[in-house]
């Protein structure tokens, strides 16, 4: 089973409960996810493995550690992905960037493709899903199951917000993958919104409601 590390840092915390209030700017928004994917990307790649290697400080020679094992990549679901992808960067600037685009059936809320771009050499690469929000889990199954047919082995899901149902599902679907989160929430509500949750993030980082 999949190993789900939920957040305990204060600035996370901070930063999601002004995302949360729903008078948050669309700009202030926006950098929030950017800031709070940050975070997350520090701890979420803290088991990184590293070697020693040989450098020559200004003063003398000697090992250090750098990163070493696969190359990474970040794929955000779009479109509220794609919010967290600055942040990642800016902690991981060599990553390669895919791009899986979903979105959400209103009605039945099953995930619809719509959109698809990977590096050609994803299935070598560490991979980082990242989207705000894990609801159902429906679209987080897809995109995962999308990246195993494209090869990739190693594979973690990163989510500002879940639901307990989205955890389960992913967990259930994909035991192999690890899930980071900044906050699991109480569950679900009719439409799928997670309650209390943030409201619908894509919206919010994009102005588009
Ligand atoms: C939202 C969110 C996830 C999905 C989560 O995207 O960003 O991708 O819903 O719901 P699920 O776990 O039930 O699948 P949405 O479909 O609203 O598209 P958008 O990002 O383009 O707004
Ligand atoms: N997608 C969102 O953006 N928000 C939710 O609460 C659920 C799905």
Do not use: W
Not at 161 to 189: F, K, M, R, S, T
């Amino acid at each position: 089973m999949g190993k789900v590390t939920v957040y305990d840092h204060p600035l996370i915390h901070h930063k999601l409960t002004i995302l949360r209030n729903k008078d948050t700017s669309v700009k202030d928004f926006r950098e929030l996810i950017g800031e709070i994917a940050m975070f997350m990307c520090y701890e979420a790649t803290r088991d990184l493995p590293t070697e020693e290697i040989e450098v020559e400080t200004p003063v003398a020679p000697g090992k250090f550690r750098a990163l070493s094992g696969k190359m990474l990549a970040v794929v955000p679901i779009l479109r509220a992905g794609l919010g967290m992808v600055d942040g990642m960067i800016a902690m991981i600037p060599s990553a390669k960037i895919g791009h899986i685009g979903l979105y959400r059936d209103p009605d039945t809320l099953e995930p619809v493709e719509y959109y698809c771009k990977l590096p050609t050499d994803i299935s070598e690469r560490e991979v980082f899903v990242v989207d705000p929000m894990l609801a159902t889990g429906g679209s987080a199954s897809a995109a995962i199951t999308f990246l195993k047919e494209h090869g990739c082995k190693s594979i973690r899901l990163m989510n500002i917000i879940a639901a307990p149902e989205g955890i389960a599902v992913v967990q259930q679907q994909h035991p192999d993958v690890d899930i980071y989160v900044a906050a699991v929430d109480e569950c679900l509500n009719d439409h799928g919104y997670i309650v209390p949750g943030l409201g619908d993030a894509g919206d919010r980082i994009f102005g588009t409601k």
